[in-house]
């Protein structure tokens, strides 16, 4: 079952267009995977206390139908991967009109960074634990670094 956070859309969310802009999508996904997060007992003060945050290696959107001003959204969060030790986790995210209808899906991959080292790294003890928390659909996978790197093209100097 996914998680889901409610949202109602605000002037400022509006684009040139006058619907729902893609930085707005972007908030309220993180706004709501932070949310759930919390809801696990990963929160700011969890994060800040562990000096670790989390990095994006990628958001991939679909945009199926417009969201207008003044309507209410619901953003859904799923945990579709995680590796062994919580380093890398991937998200499915999907936003529903008052109709209920699919308007928009994300697919994002990501990881946990240490500010101290500035590096990539694994959850230990009760942060684990947390992050395990969650309810496994059919299609969950244990990730694997290989894994992360499958819409990666890294410039050769990088490699």
Known sequence: MPYFKEFEIRWSDLDANLHLSNSAYTNLMTHARMSYLSMLGIDHKTLIAHRLGPVVFYEHMYYFKEVLPGSTIKVSVEVKGLSEDGMFFEFH???????????????????????????????????????????????????????????????????
């Open 93 to 159: 995210q999907n936003f529903y009109n008052d109709q209920g209808k699919n308007v928009a899906h994300c697919e994002l991959m990501g990881s946990w960074m240490s500010w101290e080292t500035r590096k990539l790294t694994p959850l230990h003890g009760e942060l684990l634990k947390n992050l395990k928390q969650f309810e496994r659909g059919e299609d969950f996978k244990t990730l694997s670094k290989e894994d992360t790197r499958r819409f990666m093209k890294a410039p050769k100097d990088l490699v």
